[in-house]
């Protein structure tokens, strides 16, 4: 969740493979579906050699991927760890979005397949985004069992920072988290419907509420949209 510094170009002295994880039994549906690759800027798992070794994978397996920059999401979690406000935050992370892009144009174009390049904040600007933020907002007011994915997710993210954050100001770290992922719910499980995507594919497992939020606003339209696919990056120095 977090943004965090990139790594000082060792990730070009590596060689990485990427496998997948858990989805042994989709996999032979890959190769017709449209997919969707998460970008959390600032993570050095999708830099280097090891994003251009889950393009390889993706160029394998799917008909389609988009990349999602997740650009200005990351405001939230920059405010955890950062004296800045969130207006300092979204400036500070459109820009960083825009240095990924730039940085990482040679792997971006080792995407063969058909692509699209999404950033966070064209979503985030539509005017409908507030009533899809309104609708997470509700059924967490209004489910126990959302409330309590969410509080699940928050807890165990605040729970890791705490462990390497000194000082960690709990009270801000949850309110953050909470805006972090009431967001992505909204922008992921409700606005990426219209896209019709198959797979989200990112290198981590899903946030327990994302996956609350997809049993409740995508399940009952179409089960086959937004399923999640996790990918293992591992990288080995080169000799």
């Not at 800045?84 to 995407?111: M, T």
Request: net charge neutral; aromatic share 10%; proline share 2%.
């Amino acid at each position: 969740m977090p943004l965090q510094q990139r790594s000082s170009g060792i990730d070009r002295e590596r060689l990485a493979k990427a496998t997948f994880l858990h989805q042994v039994k989709e996999k032979h549906k890959f190769h017709t579906s449209h997919a969707v690759l998460l970008i959390s800027v600032g993570q050095p798992v999708h830099e280097g050699e090891r994003l251009r070794a889950v393009i390889q994978l993706i160029n394998k397996n799917f008909k389609s991927c988009d990349i999602a920059v997740c650009d200005v999401l990351q405001r939230h979690s920059m405010q955890i760890t950062k004296d800045i406000d969130e207006e300092q935050a979204y400036k500070e992370c459109l820009s960083e979005g825009r240095k990924w892009l730039e940085r990482n144009q040679e792997y971006i174009k080792e995407l063969q397949i058909e692509h699209n390049i999404l950033t966070w904040e064209e979503f985030l600007l539509r005017k409908d985004f507030q009533t899809h933020i309104k609708d997470i907002l509700d059924e967490y007011s209004n489910n126990i069992n959302f409330k309590d994915a969410m509080q699940n997710s928050i807890n165990d993210y605040v729970s890791r920072l705490d462990k390497r954050v000194k000082a960690l100001d709990t009270q801000k770290a949850i309110d953050c988290c909470f805006n972090y992922l009431a967001e992505e719910s909204a922008i992921i499980m409700k606005m990426w419907q219209e896209r019709a995507y198959d797979y989200i594919v990112y290198p981590g497992n899903i946030p327990k509420v994302l996956e609350a939020a997809r049993d409740k606003f995508v399940v009952f339209e179409n089960i086959d949209l937004l399923k999640w696919v996790t990918v293992y990056v591992r990288s080995r120095s080169s000799k």
